[in-house]
């Protein structure tokens, strides 16, 4: 029997930030749906957010925030105390919460995996280790690269604009896959003794 994943993606919701560079978890989590075969991302109050359950492969659920990014927390612990009550017993000890996030100091194309510490000033994270109370979870964050620039609005409308066809390309050709090898190897990590449980 596998270990059963929550896949959980941060950003910010409405049509306005599809495809922005912050969003980079929500453009993943819509590629690894078409990868896996993953039924279409709909919502779910019990989920209080946008599921993909699945359907071919057992392993993954992905699940999207429809918070803003600095506030997800709530609704990332929402979805996983749903997540794991839909569990047999035993697949409860073993699940893999996953969270999914942009990281602005690896460059496109990279992905930076930590099984715990600290949010490294990410506000999605600091939200989400404030709502379960640990920071012993699995995230891998998606490089979307830093421009030069260091001026403070700069790097924000760096960060909240729109990727371009060539950086989505990258995500899906490079990102994805390596996602998906890091999906694997997390499936071998030994139960983090702080994990986030009922």
Same mark, same amino acid.
């Given at each position: 029997?596998?270990?059963?994943?929550?896949?959980?993606?941060?950003?910010?919701?409405?049509?306005?930030?599809?495809?922005?560079? !912050?969003?980079?978890? !929500?453009? #993943?989590?819509?590629?690894?749906?078409?990868?896996?075969? +993953?039924?279409?991302? +709909?919502?779910?109050?019990?989920?209080?957010?946008?599921? +993909? /359950?699945?359907? =071919?492969?057992?392993?993954?659920?992905?699940?999207?925030?429809?918070?803003?990014?600095?506030?997800?927390?709530?609704?990332?612990?929402?979805?996983?105390?749903?997540?794991? /009550?839909?569990?047999?017993?035993?697949?409860?000890?073993?699940?893999?919460?996953?969270? =999914? !996030?942009?990281?602005?100091?690896?460059?496109?194309?990279?992905?930076?995996?930590?099984?715990?510490?600290?949010?490294?000033? !990410?506000?999605? /994270?600091? +939200?989400?280790?404030?709502?379960?109370?640990?920071?012993?979870?699995?995230?891998?964050?998606?490089?979307?690269?830093?421009?030069?620039?260091?001026?403070?609005?700069?790097?924000?409308?760096?960060?909240?604009?729109? #990727?371009?066809?060539?950086? /989505?390309?990258? =995500?899906?050709?490079?990102?994805?896959?390596?996602?998906?090898?890091?999906?694997?190897?997390?499936?071998?990590?030994?139960?983090?003794?702080?994990?986030?449980?009922?």
């Amino acid at each position: 029997m596998g270990r059963k994943f929550l896949v959980c993606s941060i950003g910010n919701p409405g049509a306005a930030y599809t495809n922005t560079r !912050h969003n980079a978890g !929500h453009t #993943m989590t819509d590629l690894l749906r078409e990868a896996f075969g +993953s039924g279409q991302f +709909s919502r779910d109050k019990s989920y209080g957010g946008n599921v +993909s /359950l699945p359907l =071919l492969d057992q392993t993954y659920t992905f699940w999207q925030s429809r918070s803003f990014m600095n506030i997800s927390g709530k609704g990332v612990k929402i979805a996983w105390d749903s997540f794991l /009550l839909g569990l047999e017993p035993e697949e409860r000890k073993e699940a893999i919460l996953v969270v =999914l !996030h942009d990281e602005l100091d690896v460059v496109l194309g990279k992905v930076k995996v930590k099984k715990t510490g600290s949010a490294g000033g !990410h506000n999605g /994270l600091i +939200s989400i280790i404030q709502a379960f109370g640990t920071k012993e979870f699995c995230r891998i964050g998606l490089g979307i690269g830093r421009p030069e620039t260091k001026d403070p609005a700069l790097v924000s409308r760096y960060v909240l604009g729109k #990727m371009g066809p060539q950086e /989505l390309k990258v =995500l899906e050709k490079k990102s994805l896959p390596l996602v998906i090898e890091e999906l694997k190897k997390i499936a071998e990590f030994p139960q983090l003794p702080g994990s986030p449980k009922l």
